[in-house]
T-cell receptor
Framework: NAGVMQNPRHLVRRRGQEARLRCSPMKGHSHVYWYRQLPEEGLKFMVYLQKENIIDESGMPKERFSAEFPKEGPSILRIQQVVRGDSAAYFC?????????????FGPGTRLTVL | TQLLEQSPQFLSIQEGENLTVYCNSSSVFSSLQWYRQEPGEGPVLLVTVVTGGEVKKLKRLTFQFGDARKDSSLHITAAQPGDTGLYLCADSFQGAQKLVFGQGTRLTINP
C-alpha cells in the first residue's frame, strides 16, 4: 500500500526557469493539498484540490504559481519564472475524506533550489 | 488568522530523560494533530485529538488536550535517539481542509 509519492525529490532550477512538481496521492484518496516549508519553519498551506477542481487556493501566490489535479494522473504544482525566494521544500498531502479531523498523509517532499 | 505557538523551539536532552513540549493556539482548535518530521522527509501523523481534556497514549508518548481546547502538550518518557526530529502541531483551521501549523519544536536526543 504505497504512500503519497512525490517527484522529483530534489530539483535545481536557475532563476527564470519553470519548476514542475508532481504528487500522486495514496490509493483511494481524492483530496490533495500542497504545503511549502521554508528552512527552520513550519509548513504553510498553499492549495487544496479535488479531482479536476481547485477548492481553496488562498495560500498560493497569485502570480507564477498554479496547481492542477487532472482526472487522470498526478497533481502538479507549477512555478513559472522561479526566483531565489521560491527555494523551499514543497510537500503534498492527501486524505480520503473531508471534514473536521480529516487526517492528511504527507509525501516525502520536493526540495527546490533556485540558483 | 489562527496562530499556533510551540515551545520550546529547540530542546536537546540526554537519552533516558523525560520531556514535555507545548502547543498553544490563539483560538479554539477545531481538531489538533501532532506530527513528527525527520530531516529530509515529510511529516508523519502521530495523533489526532478532538475532545477537550482528551489524553491519548502512543507507547512512550502521551498527548494531552486542554479542557478549553486552546492548548496541548506532548510528553515523552525515557527519550531515545529515535525520538529525534521536528515535532509539529497543526489544526484544521475553522474546520476547513487546510492545516495551520506551528513552527515546531526541534528535539535532539543525545545518546
Amino acid at each position: 500500500n504505497a504512500g503519497v509519492m512525490q517527484n522529483p525529490r530534489h530539483l535545481v532550477r536557475r532563476r527564470g526557469q519553470e519548476a514542475r512538481l508532481r504528487c500522486s496521492p495514496m490509493k483511494g484518496h481524492s483530496h490533495v493539498y500542497w504545503y511549502r516549508q521554508l528552512p527552520e519553519e513550519g509548513l504553510k498551506f498553499m492549495v487544496y484540490l479535488q479531482k479536476e477542481n481547485i477548492i481553496d487556493e488562498s495560500g498560493m501566490p497569485k502570480e507564477r504559481f498554479s496547481a492542477e489535479f487532472p482526472k487522470e494522473g498526478p497533481s502538479i504544482l507549477r512555478i513559472q519564472q522561479v526566483v531565489r525566494g521560491d527555494s523551499a521544500a514543497y510537500f503534498c498531502a492527501s486524505s480520503p475524506l473531508a471534514g473536521v479531523g480529516n487526517e492528511q498523509f504527507f509525501g516525502p517532499g520536493t526540495r527546490l533550489t533556485v540558483l | 488568522t489562527q496562530l499556533l505557538e510551540q515551545s520550546p523551539q529547540f530542546l536537546s536532552i540526554q537519552e533516558g530523560e523525560n520531556l514535555t513540549v507545548y502547543c498553544n493556539s490563539s483560538s479554539v482548535f477545531s481538531s489538533l494533530q501532532w506530527y513528527r518530521q525527520e530531516p529530509g522527509e515529510g511529516p508523519v501523523l502521530l495523533v489526532t485529538v478532538v475532545t477537550g481534556g482528551e489524553v491519548k497514549k502512543l507507547k512512550r508518548l502521551t498527548f494531552q488536550f486542554g479542557d478549553a481546547r486552546k492548548d496541548s502538550s506532548l510528553h515523552i518518557t525515557a527519550a531515545q535517539p529515535g525520538d529525534t526530529g521536528l515535532y509539529l502541531c497543526a489544526d484544521s483551521f475553522q474546520g476547513a481542509q487546510k492545516l495551520v501549523f506551528g513552527q515546531g519544536t526541534r528535539l535532539t536526543i543525545n545518546p
